[in-house]
């Protein structure tokens, strides 16, 4: 059984910066992809990004390019969402997922390529 544990999140200036955290536990990140999708309020989840586990390829919403950073740490078997120059439009709860073994894509915006999620992490950015 996976479990997708998060961390970070709170609440930020607009313009400042979050780091989320992701760790797997009960199953090693290998040959998966880890996304990160966001969900405001009365508003469908969203694709942020996702990381090819694989080869480290990254792929993201165009809303989010040059301000979200997701990177991973193989030794910690850790992916982290880094934000910056948050706006209040980013406001939502963040939620990490992760394919199921062998995934390659493409459809990593897609929340059912995902087979474990993360419980959700608040992200608030104030104007």
């Known amino acids: 059984q996976v479990q997708l544990v998060q961390s970070g999140g709170g609440l930020v200036q607009a313009g400042g910066s979050l780091r989320l955290s992701c760790t797997a536990s009960g199953r090693t990140f290998r040959n998966y992809a880890v996304g990160w999708f966001r969900q405001a309020p009365a508003k469908e989840r969203e694709f942020v990004g996702a990381i090819a586990w694989r080869d480290g390829a990254t792929y993201y919403v165009n809303d989010v390019k040059g301000r979200f950073t997701i990177s991973r740490d193989t030794a910690k078997n850790t992916v982290y969402l880094q934000m910056n120059s948050l706006k209040p439009e980013d406001t939502a709860v963040y939620y990490c997922?992760?394919?199921?073994?062998?995934?390659?894509?493409?459809?990593?915006?897609?929340?059912?390529?995902?087979?474990?999620w993360g419980r959700g992490t608040q992200v608030t950015v104030s104007s």
């Open positions: 997922a992760c394919t199921d073994e062998g995934y390659s894509g493409p459809y990593y915006y897609r929340t059912d390529e995902y087979d474990y």
